[in-house]
Each structure stands twice: as C-alpha cells, then as structure tokens.
T-cell receptor, first 114, second 113 residues
Framework: DVKVTQSSRYLVKRTGEKVFLECVQD?????MFWYRQDPGLGLRLIYF???????EKGDIPEGYSVSREKKERFSLILESASTNQTSMYLC?????????????FGNGTRLTVT | GQNIDQPTEMTATEGAIVQINCTYQ??????LFWYQQHAGEAPTFLSY????GLEEKGRFSSFLSRSKGYSYLLLKELQMKDSASYLC??????????????FGTGTQLKVEL
C-alpha cells in the first residue's frame, strides 16, 4: 500500500519566516506534487516534479520553491511566509507509467501564518 | 487552461441514489478521476474514465462523455459514511507532463437519515 507521509500535521509560523514542508513516499514513484487546498477554491497545483532534481511550476508557484534531491522526498519551501499562505498543503505521488495512475495523497499539513 | 465545474453541495437520504455531475473544458483531454475526501483527511481515489461510457465499482459508478465534456459519479445505497466531499479531476496532455491533474472545487455531499 502506497504511503505518502508529510512531516507535520499542523504548523504555526510567523510572517517572514522561512518554512519547509517535507513529504516522503515509499513506493518509488517518479512523480511528486504539491497542492494547496482552500475553501471554495479546491486543490490548486503549486509545483510538481517528474524526477530527481527536476521541477516544474504548477498553477500558483509564486512565493514557493521546491527541492527534489532524492526520489522519495519532495520539499516545499516558503522563502518568506505571508498570511495569504495560510492553507492546507497536500503532497501527492504517482508512478510515471500509465495514464490511469491515480495520485496518492498524504494527510496534509495545515499551515497557519500569523 | 481548464475549467471544471461541479455543484458545491448536495443532500441525499440514506439508502437512496445520488448523482454528482462534473463538466469540464480542456484542449487535450487525457482522463478524468473522481476522488473522495472526508473532512480533515486526504483525498482517496475512487474511479478513472478515459473512454466514453460507464465504469462500475461496487456501489460507485462513473460515467464519461468526451464529446459533451461531462462526467458523473453515481453513488447507490447511500450510507452515512458517504458524507464527504467528492472531487472531479481532469488530466490534460496539452499542459505538458502527462500526469498533471487539475481539480474542481469539490461537491460536499451530506447523507441524512
């Protein structure tokens, strides 16, 4: 069974802090994704990665960066946290092959920026 | 870009059948997914359609019409535990990176006694 683990369930950070959200998957998936989920807006893609060292911008990359140094780990970085980045952050992974491969999600990190 | 529409909320009775619709506009359709998400939990995969027609999986079925840009999720014999948000997501090959999914805002289903 695929397991996607996000390091923190809840985080509270101050405006201007640098924030790291960590995600690890144990199924050797090539693809990894970071989404944020907000009421009324649904899931929006921030960044994704198809392989180690590779990254591509999603629909809302502003204010974020990512790191994929190892295949199993995909980190989301908020260089200088702002209150509008208060949200639920969801990491997901999927294998490269097969169009019907679903995303497997972690349990999410609820980030509050004060 | 993509535009995915689904109703915000629906209410149904335990034991009944409910249909949740999803319409989409995309330039390079490459599959449609339905996910279930309970409050405070991660989305979990329910179904996948890439060809027209009905896919049945137990109490849940999903239908796709590519020419109409339309899908629905059908839930039969509703149970209280089916109260959740149902997310429609479309894969678009024209956006580059075949596995990128764009999600609708979700339909919050409430099952009542």
């Amino acid at each position: 069974d695929v397991k996607v683990t996000q390091s923190s369930r809840y985080l509270v950070k101050r405006t201007g802090e640098k924030v790291f959200l960590e995600c690890v998957q144990d199924m050797d998936h090539e693809n990894m994704f970071w989404y944020r989920q907000d009421p009324g807006l649904g899931l929006r893609l921030i960044y994704f990665s198809y392989d180690v060292k590779m990254k591509e911008k999603g629909d809302i990359p502003e204010g974020y960066s990512v790191s994929r140094e190892k295949k199993e780990r995909f980190s989301l970085i908020l260089e200088s946290a702002s209150t509008n980045q208060t949200s639920m952050y969801l990491c997901a992974s999927s294998p490269r092959t097969g169009n019907n491969s679903p995303l497997h999600f972690g349990n999410g990190t609820r980030l509050t920026v004060t | 870009g993509q535009n995915i529409d689904q109703p915000t909320e629906m209410t149904a009775t335990e034991g009944a059948i409910v249909q949740i619709n999803c319409t989409y506009q995309t330039s390079g359709f490459n599959g449609l997914f339905w996910y279930q998400q309970h409050a405070g939990e991660a989305p979990t995969f329910l179904s996948y359609n890439v060809l027209d027609g009905l896919e049945e999986k137990g109490r849940f079925s999903s239908f796709l019409s590519r020419s109409k840009g339309y899908s629905y999720l059908l839930l039969k014999e509703l149970q209280m535990k089916d109260s959740a948000s149902y997310l429609c997501a479309v894969r678009d090959s024209s956006t580059g990176g075949g596995n990128k999914l764009t999600f609708g805002t979700g339909t919050q289903l409430k099952v009542e006694l």
